[in-house]
């Protein structure tokens, strides 16, 4: 499967963005998605994830009750809302897809094969 992210983009403290994570591959909605993002010079963190069936879905604490991840399989897209954003969330963020990740891995970058190209946002306090 191939993922492309976009959306990102600059936008003030306390503004909005949806990020779309589109997938190619008629087999998309048996996988589970996940976004991660990556500061400079920080590691790449994990943001969120959602299971293929959209019953599960989990978030960092640093963005829990801001961001909502949901899917949509008849388009074969991702999305990231993200609300209330601040300085600390600008970031190259990424979505990720496996079929085979269990639950608890999901937080985990190494548990997804498929990576997007990223898309980056910047948020001017």
């Known amino acids: 499967v191939q993922l492309q992210a976009s959306g990102g983009g600059l936008v003030q403290a306390g503004g909005s963005l949806r990020l779309s994570c589109a997938a190619s591959?008629?087999?998309?909605?048996?996988?589970?998605v996940g976004w991660f993002r990556q500061a400079p010079g920080k590691e790449r963190e994990f943001v969120a994830y959602?299971?293929?069936?959209?019953?599960?879905?989990g978030y960092a604490d640093s963005v829990k009750g801001r961001f909502t991840i949901s899917r949509d399989n008849t388009k074969t897209t991702v999305y990231l809302q993200m609300n209330n954003l601040n300085s600390e969330d600008t970031a190259v963020y990424y979505c990720?897809?496996?079929?085979?990740?269990?639950?608890?891995?999901?937080?985990?970058?190494?548990?997804?094969?498929?990576w997007g190209q990223g898309t980056q946002v910047t948020v001017s306090s």
């Open positions: 959602i299971r293929w069936s959209g019953g599960s879905t």
């Open positions: 990720a897809a496996d079929s085979g990740a269990i639950l608890s891995s999901m937080t985990n970058p190494s548990a997804y094969d498929y």
């Open positions: 591959g008629r087999t998309f909605s048996r996988y589970h």
